[in-house]
C-alpha cells in the first residue's frame, strides 16, 4: 500500500499534508510513504526528516508511480497527475462547489476523489475535521493580524503618564475561528464582544469572558443549520441584526469576522456606511474574504483602506501559520484513514453506506457521485 505527498501547487500555499510525525504512524499500519522533494520545505519540514520518519523522497513523477492514495492540502491539478493509476485516491482539501470542473477531471481520470471539508459534523468524525482545525488557528491569527495594523495597545495600561484604555473588538460569527478569536483577543486585554445567528452561542460567548450581542424577540432567532453550521435567517432578522450590529460597531476599533455558509456566498454582514461609522484607525479582519466577503470593500489577498479603517483580506489565513496547521491537518487525514484500516486488506476501506464515506466521495469509477454536487 503505497501512500504519496505531493507537494502543493496552489499560489501561496505553504502547508503540507504530511509530517513525520503521521508518515511514522502510517509506516506503522503497514504503509510504504512516498513525499515529494520539497514538499515540506515552505512547512518548515525538511526532505531530510521525512527520510529518517522512513518515507521515501523523490520527483513527482516517481512519488505517483503506482500510488494507491494521494494526500494533499488542496486539491491538485489534475493534469499534474499523470500516470496515476485508474482507482487511486486523493485525500485533500478539494473545494468541490468552487472547482467542480477540477472534479469533474477526477472523475474522468478514475480518480476516487475524497473531500475533506465534506466531512460531516458528527461525534466519530471531530478528529477528522480539517475546517475545525483550521479554522480554530485562523482564529487566532485574525486576532494577531488585525493587532499587527491596529495603531494602537489592545490592553488597559496603567502609566505614570496615564492610563490607556483598553482596545474593543468585536467578534462577528462564533464558529471555531470566533470562538478562538474571542479567547485570544480576551488573553491580550481587550474588552470582547461577539455576535452569531445561532442563538445556542450565547453561553459559549459568555463562558469565554465576552459580551453576547442578540437580537432578540425576532422570528427565526435559531438559525442553526444541519451539522452546527448557520443558515441563511430571513429578512426581518436580518434587518434586525443592521440595525442592532450598526449601533455596536461604531464604538469598536477591531472587528473581525467569521460567517460562513457552506456551498453558498459568504453573508453580507458588514456595509460601507457601517465601515465608514468606525472611527479612524479601526481595523476590521475579513475571514471569508475568499467566499465573497462578510465585508463591503474587502479585497481578496489585500489589506486595503477606506474611511480611514483597514480592511484586512488575507488569502488562505492558515496557511501563514504553516508549521502548526501542516501538524492539525496531517493528523487529521490519518485520523480518517487509520479508522477506516483494514489489516487483512492492508489498507483502508470505506464502505458504501457509511455516513462519513458516503458524505466526503465526490467520484468513483469515473463519475461524480457525491450527492451534494448532484443537487447543485
Known amino acids: ?3 504519496a505527498v505531493l507537494r502543493e501547487g496552489a499560489a501561496g500555499e505553504r502547508r503540507v499534508a504530511a509530517v513525520p510525525e503521521t508518515v511514522k504512524k502510517f509506516i506503522g499500519l503497514g504503509a510504504t510513504m512516498a513525499v515529494e522533494t520539497g514538499a515540506g520545505s515552505t512547512a518548515s519540514v525538511s526532505d531530510a526528516e521525512y527520510e529518517a520518519a522512513g518515507a521515501s523522497v523523490a520527483d513527482r513523477a516517481s512519488v505517483l508511480k503506482d500510488a494507491d492514495i494521494i494526500l494533499g492540502v488542496q486539491g491538485p491539478d489534475p493534469a499534474s497527475l499523470a500516470g496515476l493509476k485508474p482507482g487511486a485516491w486523493l485525500v485533500a482539501g478539494l473545494n468541490p462547489f468552487g472547482e467542480r470542473a477540477r ?3 477526477y472523475a474522468g481520470a478514475g480518480i476516487e476523489a475524497l473531500a475533506m471539508e465534506f466531512m460531516p459534523r458528527i461525534t466519530r468524525a471531530q478528529s477528522m475535521d480539517i475546517l475545525s482545525s483550521q479554522s480554530n488557528l485562523s482564529g ?3 486576532v494577531l493580524d488585525a493587532a499587527s495594523v491596529y495603531g494602537r495597545a489592545l490592553p488597559m495600561m496603567m502609566t505614570a503618564a496615564g492610563t490607556i ?3 474593543r473588538v468585536f467578534i462577528m460569527g462564533v464558529g471555531v475561528a470566533g470562538l478562538q478569536a474571542i479567547a485570544t483577543a480576551k488573553r491580550l486585554g481587550a474588552i470582547v464582544s461577539a455576535t452569531d445567528v ?3 452561542t450565547r453561553e ?8 453576547a450581542i442578540f437580537v432578540e424577540d425576532v422570528k427565526g432567532i435559531e438559525g442553526e443549520g444541519t451539522g452546527g453550521y448557520a443558515t441563511e435567517m430571513s429578512d426581518e432578522y436580518k434587518a434586525a441584526q443592521a440595525a442592532l450590529v450598526s449601533g455596536h460597531i461604531a464604538k469598536q476599533d477591531i472587528v473581525i469576522t467569521t460567517a460562513l455558509i457552506p456551498g453558498r456566498p459568504a453573508p453580507r454582514l458588514i456595509s460601507d456606511a457601517q465601515v465608514a461609522s468606525m472611527r479612524p484607525g479601526s481595523v476590521i479582519v475579513d475571514l471569508a474574504v475568499e467566499q465573497g ?3 463591503e470593500g474587502a479585497v481578496a489577498g489585500e489589506v486595503v483602506e477606506r474611511h480611514g479603517v483597514t480592511i484586512v483580506g488575507h488569502r488562505n489565513v492558515p496557511s501563514r501559520l504553516a508549521a502548526d496547521t501542516s501538524a492539525l491537518f496531517a493528523r487529521n487525514l490519518y485520523n480518517f484513514l487509520s479508522a477506516f484500516w483494514d489489516k487483512d486488506a492492508g489498507r483502508p476501506l470505506l464502505p458504501d453506506g457509511d455516513e462519513i464515506g458516503d ?3 465526490l467520484t468513483r469509477g469515473g463519475q461524480v457521485v457525491n450527492p451534494r454536487l448532484l443537487q447543485n
Open 140 to 142: 487566532y491569527k485574525a
Open 293 to 295: 466577503g462578510n465585508v
Open 198 to 200: 445561532r442563538a445556542a
Open 165 to 167: 484604555s483598553a482596545a
Open 359 to 361: 458524505a466526503i466521495r
Open 1 to 3: 500500500m503505497k501512500i
Open 204 to 211: 459559549q460567548i459568555e463562558s469565554l469572558g465576552a459580551k
Open 103 to 105: 472534479v469533474d477531471a
